[in-house]
């Protein structure tokens, strides 16, 4: 498999981020080095969350691996943006995107 899909609902605040987390890491321990986080269900990320996603993204870089995010609602952009947090994340419109760019066949 090229890449896992992993797609939080909802809330996203520093529980919700940190079991995402654990997902991400059960992931990688597959063999599986791109991720995409889908956010289209997040209705609401917290700073917590950001915290936990930036941990993750740097472990996913450190297992050699790549993370994406997509999907991300005005409120969870604007998010992004205030933070830096865009420059900082591979940020794709959605998932259609990502596979268009990264040549990646869906899951």
Do not use: W, Y
């Not at 896992?4 to 080095?33: C, F, W, Y």
């Amino acid at each position: 498999m090229s890449h896992k899909v992993v797609q939080p609902t909802e809330l996203l605040d520093g529980i919700s981020a940190n079991q995402l987390r654990r997902e991400i890491t059960d992931v990688m321990a597959e063999g599986v080095k791109t991720i995409l986080v889908d956010l289209q269900d997040v209705t609401f990320m917290n700073s917590s969350a950001i915290g936990a996603l930036v941990a993750t993204l740097k472990a996913v870089r450190a297992g050699g691996g790549e993370m994406f995010l997509c999907s991300l609602n005005d409120q969870v952009r604007i998010i992004f943006e205030l933070t830096k947090m865009d420059q900082i994340f591979k940020i794709c419109a959605d998932r259609h995107e990502f596979e268009q760019k990264f040549a990646v066949t869906a899951n």
